[in-house]
């Protein structure tokens, strides 16, 4: 559990394979973007920062979280890329949205990685209120979408 004041994004780049060989696909919805943005460039300054070519992150917007599950077969299906990073954000509301969509995207991120033999990577946060999500977003407590990135990198290391 995420404690006040504590970055949990931190890596060790020379544990991680060189990213500069692969190709990255990141699906990102656009609800609740700036969290979703932010996430997104977490993701993308640690690729970079293991040596990714931007050239090689694709970057595809969905409406919603919802569909980040088609984006992200799509994604695989279309842009020969070695792993997708799927962002999105949630935020409990009233109603029982917030668990049939978070129960959703889980399950589809999930049936990706049965069906493919390309990783894809769940950043989705599910979170009780948008400070939490700010949070872990670029806030107090790092960036998810970095931990995302680490996470596709050694993703890609036990797929070769």
Same mark, same amino acid.
């Given at each position: 559990?995420?404690?006040?004041?504590?970055?949990?994004?931190?890596?060790?780049?020379?544990?991680?394979?060189?990213?500069?060989?692969?190709?990255?696909?990141?699906?990102? #919805?656009?609800?609740?973007?700036?969290?979703?943005?932010?996430?997104?460039?977490?993701?993308? /300054?640690?690729?970079?920062?293991?040596?990714?070519?931007?050239?090689?992150?694709?970057?595809? /917007?969905?409406?919603? #979280?919802?569909? *980040?599950?088609?984006? #992200?077969?799509?994604?695989?299906?279309?842009?020969?890329? /070695?792993?997708?990073?799927?962002?999105?954000?949630?935020?409990?509301?009233?109603?029982?949205?917030?668990?049939?969509?978070?129960?959703?995207?889980?399950?589809?991120?999930?049936? *990706?990685?049965?069906?493919?033999?390309?990783?894809?990577?769940?950043? *989705?946060?599910?979170?009780?209120?948008?400070?939490?999500?700010?949070?872990? #977003?670029?806030?107090?407590?790092?960036?998810?979408?970095?931990?995302?990135?680490?996470?596709?990198?050694?993703?890609?290391? *036990?797929?070769?």
């Amino acid at each position: 559990m995420a404690t006040a004041n504590k970055n949990l994004s931190n890596y060790d780049k020379t544990q991680l394979i060189d990213a500069k060989p692969f190709r990255f696909g990141i699906v990102v #919805s656009e609800w609740n973007d700036k969290i979703t943005n932010g996430l997104y460039q977490g993701a993308v /300054d640690a690729l970079i920062d293991c040596g990714a070519l931007p050239v090689n992150i694709v970057r595809w /917007d969905v409406p919603g #979280s919802f569909e *980040l599950i088609f984006g #992200s077969k799509r994604m695989i299906e279309t842009q020969h890329v /070695d792993v997708v990073i799927a962002i999105g954000c949630v935020i409990k509301g009233e109603t029982m949205h917030f668990e049939f969509v978070c129960d959703g995207v889980t399950q589809g991120i999930k049936d *990706l990685n049965v069906k493919y033999h390309i990783p894809t990577i769940f950043c *989705l946060l599910t979170d009780n209120n948008e400070q939490q999500s700010i949070d872990r #977003s670029g806030g107090i407590h790092g960036n998810k979408g970095t931990e995302a990135a680490v996470a596709a990198l050694k993703m890609i290391a *036990l797929n070769q």
